[in-house]
C-alpha cells in the first residue's frame, strides 16, 4: 500500500504526523477536512446517507477514495469493516473487553499484523499498537478546541487507514 503522508525532518528521518480530528466524526451526510498540524488539508471525509446503509469516505486531497466505513443498519455493535479504495476489506474492528477505565480493541488488518487499541475511547485517549510498538497515540489533551483531538501517527504507518480505525471507533462508541 502507498504511504499517504509524511515528511523529512533533520538527519534523514521521517517524521511523526500529526492531525486533527472532530469528535462524532461527522454527522452521516456533512463532509469536512481532516488537517495536519501544520493547518493544511490532508484527507477529505464525505459522509453519505443512502437508503440502505450510512458511509463515511476518508478521501486524498485529490478526491481518490482511501477507506469506507460502512454503518449497516443492523450490523453487530462490537464490529466494524474498513473497505479499501477498491471495495476489498482492509481492517476489521472488534471489540475485545471492556474494563471500567479501560477500552480494549483488535484491529485484524488484511495485509499487514494485528493492531491492539487500549485506552479511554470514548474521551479519545488510546494507544494504537501492532506487534508491540505504538504505532499511534490519540488524545484530545493537544488541542483546547471543543469536540476536537488528535491523532499523532508513526512514521511508516498508513496515515489514512489510522485515521479510519479512529473515525470507525469513534462511530462505535458513541452510537
Given at each position: 500500500?502507498?504511504?499517504?503522508?509524511?515528511?523529512?525532518?533533520?538527519?534523514?528521518?521521517?517524521?511523526?504526523?500529526?492531525?486533527?480530528?472532530?469528535?462524532?466524526?461527522?454527522?452521516?451526510?456533512?463532509?469536512?477536512?481532516?488537517?495536519?498540524?501544520?493547518?493544511?488539508?490532508?484527507?477529505?471525509?464525505?459522509?453519505?446517507?443512502?437508503?440502505i446503509r450510512d458511509t463515511l469516505i476518508i478521501?486524498?486531497?485529490?478526491?481518490?477514495?482511501?477507506?469506507?466505513?460502512?454503518?449497516?443498519?443492523?450490523?453487530?455493535?462490537?464490529?466494524?469493516?474498513?473497505?479499501?479504495?477498491d471495495g476489498k476489506t482492509a481492517a476489521t474492528?472488534?471489540?475485545?473487553?471492556?474494563?471500567?477505565?479501560?477500552?480494549?480493541?483488535?484491529?485484524?488488518?488484511?495485509?499487514?499484523?494485528?493492531?491492539?487499541?487500549?485506552?479511554?475511547?470514548?474521551?479519545?485517549?488510546?494507544?494504537?499498537?501492532?506487534?508491540?510498538?505504538?504505532?499511534a497515540e490519540v488524545s484530545k489533551k493537544w488541542?483546547?478546541?471543543?469536540?476536537?483531538?488528535?491523532?499523532?501517527?508513526?512514521?511508516?504507518?498508513?496515515?489514512?487507514?489510522?485515521?479510519?480505525?479512529?473515525?470507525?471507533?469513534?462511530?462505535?462508541?458513541?452510537?
Amino acid at each position: 500500500m502507498r504511504r499517504i503522508m509524511g515528511g523529512l525532518r533533520g538527519r534523514g528521518e521521517e517524521s511523526i504526523q500529526r492531525y486533527k480530528m472532530h469528535e462524532k466524526l461527522v454527522t452521516i451526510g456533512d463532509d469536512y477536512w481532516i488537517e495536519n498540524e501544520a493547518g493544511e488539508q490532508a484527507f477529505y471525509v464525505d459522509g453519505k446517507a443512502l437508503r440502505i446503509r450510512d458511509t463515511l469516505i476518508i478521501k486524498d486531497v485529490q478526491g481518490n477514495e482511501l477507506y469506507k466505513l460502512k454503518e449497516k443498519l443492523l450490523r453487530i455493535k462490537d464490529t466494524m469493516d474498513i473497505e479499501d479504495g477498491d471495495g476489498k476489506t482492509a481492517a476489521t474492528i472488534k471489540k475485545a473487553l471492556i474494563t471500567p477505565l479501560r477500552d480494549r480493541f483488535k484491529v485484524e488488518v488484511s495485509n499487514g499484523p494485528e493492531m491492539d487499541i487500549q485506552g479511554n475511547i470514548l474521551d479519545h485517549e488510546y494507544k494504537i499498537e501492532s506487534e508491540g510498538r505504538k504505532i499511534a497515540e490519540v488524545s484530545k489533551k493537544w488541542f483546547r478546541l471543543r469536540d476536537t483531538y488528535g491523532v499523532e501517527v508513526s512514521p511508516r504507518q498508513d496515515a489514512a487507514l489510522i485515521l479510519a480505525i479512529a473515525a470507525a471507533l469513534d462511530q462505535m462508541v458513541h452510537d
